[in-house]
């Protein structure tokens, strides 16, 4: 053989003696520790473990499995984490969490008193047209059926609007205390006593 193949065989027998060398320490289901050169069964590696050299010094420790409640606990730390990574990025400051929620409320008035004044016109063009409708009655002539129908879209057109606004008060009011919330948090991370 040559020189490399028995350094080869050499280190091969060496991780075997070494691999063989370990000890695996765990607690089996009636408390009691077990040393295994085997290695941990399944059912316990859920318990967590240790792995000992051949003088029994530990060389690695396996924790135990998160428990459910760890697992809710770490998850919505993690989530808490991306939330305040995500707040970082758009706020430098409280004042730019301010300024972000004065905008926003800004536009919601601005899209309620818009849909206000289109409801409002809605109302007016329906009150025209119901008096021509009474003017046909008054001479003792049918109302169009034309006209019905304009003053019957124009009714589900105003309850399509006031459903409109109605959503917008709903997302303003959501907004304020979306931000509220936001710039308490951005103050916390921040350590902005204000």
Known sequence: MRLGSWVLVLSGVLCAAQAQADLYRYVDDKGVTVLDRHGVPPQFIGKGYEIL??????TRVVPPAPTAEERQRLLEAKERAGSDARLLRLYASVEDVERAKTRKLSELDSVIGITRGNLQSLR???????????????????????LLKQIDNLSREQASLQRDVERYRQARKQAEVSFTQERARVAELLGDAR
């Not at 050299?53 to 530990?58: E, P, T, Y």
């Not at 007016?124 to 002539?141: F, I």
């Open 124 to 146: 007016t063009q329906q009150a025209n047209l119901q008096s021509q409708a009474a003017n046909h009655e008054r001479a003792g002539r049918p109302v169009p059926d034309q």
């Open 53 to 58: 050299n051949d003088q029994g010094r530990v």
